[in-house]
C-alpha cells in the first residue's frame, strides 16, 4: 500500500515536501514517480526517478521540483518550490510504470 502525505494549501510561491511510504513494496529496485491529477483531467506524470538515482521532469515543473529517493527508508520524496496556482491537485507516487495499486494521494492546493 502506497501512503502519500505532506500535501497542504499554500500561497504562490511557497514550497511543500511530499512524501511517499509504502507497506508491503520494496522501492528499491524500482524507477519511482510522482503524479498528479486534478478532476476532469488525466494522471500526468511529474518528476520520476530511477534506482540510480537519474530524475526526469515535467516542462513545466522543471527547476522548481526535485524528486529524491532514500533507499533504506524505502521512501520517495518530492521538494516543491516556487508553487504556482496551476500545480494545484492530488499527488500520488507510483512506481513510473504505475505497476501498483493508486494510493489515497496527497492534496496540494496553492491558492492566494
Known amino acids: 500500500q502506497l501512503v502519500e502525505s505532506g500535501g497542504g494549501f499554500v500561497q504562490p510561491g511557497e514550497s511543500l515536501r511530499l512524501s511517499c511510504a509504502a507497506s508491503g513494496i520494496i522501492f528499491r529496485p524500482y524507477a519511482m514517480a510522482w503524479f498528479r491529477q486534478v478532476p476532469g483531467k488525466q494522471r500526468e506524470l511529474v518528476a520520476g526517478?530511477?534506482?540510480?538515482?537519474?530524475?526526469d521532469y515535467l516542462d513545466s515543473v522543471k527547476g522548481r521540483f526535485t524528486i529524491s529517493r532514500d533507499n533504506v527508508k524505502n521512501a520517495v520524496y518530492l521538494q516543491m518550490n516556487s508553487l504556482r496556482t496551476e500545480d494545484t491537485a492530488v499527488y500520488y507516487c507510483?512506481?513510473?510504470?504505475?505497476?501498483?495499486?493508486w494510493g489515497q494521494g496527497t492534496q496540494v492546493t496553492v491558492s492566494s
Open positions: 507510483n512506481s513510473k510504470l504505475a505497476l501498483w495499486s
Open positions: 526517478i530511477t534506482s540510480s538515482g537519474r530524475t
